[in-house]
């Protein structure tokens, strides 16, 4: 009981402020940050370096705390600065942990070492006046050092103290060892992405380029050929849209600003309007769907960006009318209840599993062989822009329904 008294912190409460804290850093620098703070307070010290191994450089200075040196011959501070201060790996301490890991108390250094590896560690130690350095171990090997002073207080460290630290240097293990599996993992997301984002690109912009050039070819010994120009400026333009049409796609994509074009429409004549504006792509690509509309009330009073809208649900019905292959009911229902209009889309086409529709909506997501996988996360964007929100629900080889509920001005 008395033992307890006379402690200067909370061994529990330590433990549990490092555990806590280490358990929401995931990168090197956050993670040493807090171990050197909470080290340095919780145990009062005057000082404290970290030292984190560098590939080929030994160990460099990534935290300081504390009191500057002083010269002992002059008493003027000395300039320690994180160049000055490192350890290379023929060093006295670096060579002690290829052997041991346990902490190093400078003034216990003299049982079972040989003179020689004393001093070099204590040459060490001298370096950064230190009077304790505890190691941090991953996967065998010396990760980051701690290398503490003495106490504010000038009391001695306690075997408490040491029990602590040994905890600390443990969970920090952890704690750095898994920083390094999650920035392997963000790494590989992030260059799976880019190249996903890249072959998706070159594909899609190469397609239309090869079948200009090719026509541009032929061009020169086709010229008096009349059926062959007619063909290819219609061609050429087609093409030329596609390209244009990914490109506006991937800076809608990527610009943070919201629509800002307002006008007053009616949101039932807009709909109209995209019904007829699909049914026309369909005729020549698919023969077999059908699109049923079914509105109650016959206006629908709407502030917005109609142009935006209409890229929306245009994208909306496209995917509904590819997902049945040529052949179903695309159903497009309007709804008018308490200041909001919910327009839904349904399909008879092959589903979503369940598990990739939280993943739609994310960009470059598609399953189709000459999709891009924007159209989605573009139409969500535009739907937020406008207060709205976008639901779906969908069974496997049964379909799909895309529910868009939006503010609107009377209902
Ligand atoms: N109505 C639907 N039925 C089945 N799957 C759909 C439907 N709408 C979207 N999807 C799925 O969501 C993916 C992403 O759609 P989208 O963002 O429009 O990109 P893209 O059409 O270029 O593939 C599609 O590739 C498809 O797998
Ligand atoms: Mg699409």
Redesign the pocket.
Known sequence: MKKRDRRTYDYYATIRQVSSGLASRFDHNSIFNFIGGVTYEAMGLDRIYLLAAAPGRGYEVVYKRGKRHKDKKTGAKRNDNKESLKIDNRSGIVKFYGKSDDIIIKNELKKGHGAEEIESIKKDLALFEGEVTVPVFVDHKLKLLMVLGGKSSGNMFTREDMDLLRTISLQTAIAVKNAGFYRERVNSERLASIGMMSATFAHEIRNPLTSLKTFAQLMPEKYNDREFRDTFSKIVVGEIEKIDGLISDLLDFSSKKKSTRMNNFDLMELVDEIVDYVKGKLDFEKSGIVIEKKYNGDEINMAGDAGKLKQAFT??MI??C??MYGEGTLKVHIKLKDGHADISVE?T????HSE?LSK?FDPF????EM???????I?KRIIEDHNGKIHVR?RLSKG?V?TVSLPVQNG
Not at 349 to 352: D, F, H, P, S
């Open positions: 994208n909306i995917n509904g590819q997902a399909d086409g092959e589903g979503i990739d739609i997501v598609t399953t189709k999709g891009v996988g924007l159209g989605l996360a139409s969908s799909t895309f």
